[in-house]
């Protein structure tokens, strides 16, 4: 049990565009997500916690205009990476935390490759 | 937030044993992870720990020391699937926060 979903696994588009990266829980309730971001040999760098139904909760340095984060339900959260540029490429994973045995853990979505050209 | 240490790297042969250290400071502990990440994947969990002490799960254990700020996370008997990325994450009581992650390689 506990799984997380990503989707796309991965996505290339132009600069300027707009990308939107989905995050499900598929067995359990997620009342908490979050969203990271990796740079190759690099560690996971938290970008935003976000609990349902509430406006999430940016780490210091990401753009909240720039990085939009939606957890408009128990099962998804969305983060949509918008007029995107090549700096943005990176690996971005998010991962949930619901209540009861699904608490004390975070459970890993498979990550979206971004590579913005 | 936390400031969590652990070496960049660290190289092996099959079948011995290798020893991941892990110090951090963190201003209200709430356990302790190790994940595993080969290239271009997602974090495993491997193990979790809260309290002190010594947890053993197969080839793995993982231990904690809350007073130093310490863990490490022990691989037994090596196999060339060894090779990844191992991250100590620690949590506090909002967030789980990780280090830089240690790149072992198992040799042959």
């Known amino acids: 049990g506990a799984v997380v979903s990503q989707h796309p696994s991965w996505v290339i588009c132009k600069s300027g565009t707009s990308v939107k990266i989905e995050c499900r829980s598929l067995?359990?309730?997620?009342?908490?997500m979050f969203w990271y971001r990796q740079f190759p040999k690099q560690s996971l760098m938290l970008m935003a916690t976000?609990?349902?139904?509430?406006?999430?909760?940016?780490e210091q340095g990401v753009e909240k205009d720039k990085f939009l984060i939606n957890h408009a339900s128990l099962t998804l959260s969305t983060l949509t990476v918008t007029s995107a540029h090549p700096e943005d490429s990176s690996f971005y994973i998010c991962?949930?935390?619901?209540?009861?045995?699904?608490?004390?853990?975070?459970?890993f979505g498979p990550g979206t490759r971004l590579t913005v050209t | 937030g936390q400031n969590i240490d652990q070496p960049t790297e660290m190289t092996a042969t099959e079948g011995a044993i290798v020893q991941i250290n892990c110090t951090y400071q963190?201003?209200?502990?709430?356990?302790l992870f190790w994940y595993q990440q080969h290239a271009g994947e997602a974090p495993t969990f491997l193990s979790y720990?809260?309290?002190?002490g010594l947890e053993e799960k197969g080839r793995f254990s993982s231990f904690l020391s809350r007073s130093k700020g310490y863990s490490y996370l022990l691989l037994k008997e090596l196999q060339m699937k060894d090779s990844a990325s191992y991250l100590c994450?620690?949590?506090?009581?909002?967030?789980?926060?990780f280090g830089a992650g240690t790149t072992v390689t198992v040799r042959a």
């Open positions: 991962s949930a935390r619901g209540t009861g045995q699904t608490a004390y853990e975070q459970y």
């Open positions: 067995d359990f309730q997620a009342t908490t």
């Open positions: 976000s609990n349902e139904g509430s406006k999430a909760t940016y």
């Open positions: 963190t201003s209200g502990f709430n356990g």
């Open positions: 720990n809260v309290l002190d």
């Open positions: 994450a620690v949590r506090d009581r909002r967030e789980l926060s």
